[in-house]
């Protein structure tokens, strides 16, 4: 078994509670539009995108909704508003490919987590997710319990 290596990059804000809410599609890596001091807040490591969303505007730009980046202390007149519409980076044609797959197949573009890639950009991963349903959600957390105790029986007997 090979060394876990470990990744390149910071997470600055990770969405655990989508993947439970969510199945989860495609996902597709963004850049995200910042201001220095929301930069400055996010390497902190303050921010929360449990409750957000990216949606495609009438332009055909995608924006992030409802993250909150909090204000950055040390940052007085200049700080920005925590939770402001941030314009995500990605190319035309996955913007159409995200707005169809909203409009066509009633699904929600979900932010995953904000990272810091290896250059030192602030990423943001997002994905199409379809919302689960009260027995799909028992039904992964099912499968999620039985395979801890599977786990747990083979360190037992082994």
């Known amino acids: 078994m090979a060394p876990k290596t470990k990744p390149e990059f910071k997470i600055a804000a990770d969405n655990r509670r989508a993947r439970y809410d969510?199945?989860?599609?495609?996902?597709l890596e963004a850049g995200i539009m910042?201001?220095?001091?929301?930069?400055?807040?996010?390497?902190?490591?303050?921010?929360?995108?449990?409750?957000?969303?990216?949606?495609?505007?009438?332009?055909?730009?995608?924006?992030?909704?409802?993250?909150?980046?909090?204000?950055?202390?040390?940052?007085?007149?200049?700080?920005?508003?925590?939770?402001?519409?941030r314009k995500l980076l990605v190319?035309?044609?996955?913007?159409?490919?995200?707005?169809?797959g909203v409009e066509r197949q009633g699904m929600t573009i979900v932010p995953l987590k904000i990272y810091f890639n290896a250059k030192g950009r602030a990423k943001i991963e997002i994905a199409l997710g379809r919302g689960k349903k009260l027995h799909d959600k028992r039904e992964t957390e099912k499968a999620r319990d039985w395979n801890r105790e599977k786990s747990r029986l083979m360190r037992d007997k082994g």
């Open 22 to 27: 969510f199945e989860i599609g495609d996902t």
């Open 34 to 85: 910042l201001t220095g001091t929301e930069v400055k807040a996010l390497r902190a490591g303050k921010a929360t995108i449990a409750e957000s969303y990216a949606s495609v505007d009438r332009k055909g730009e995608l924006y992030l909704y409802n993250a909150n980046i909090p204000e950055y202390l040390q940052a007085n007149q200049f700080n920005h508003e925590p939770r402001r519409p």
């Open 91 to 100: 190319k035309a044609k996955e913007v159409v490919r995200l707005a169809q």
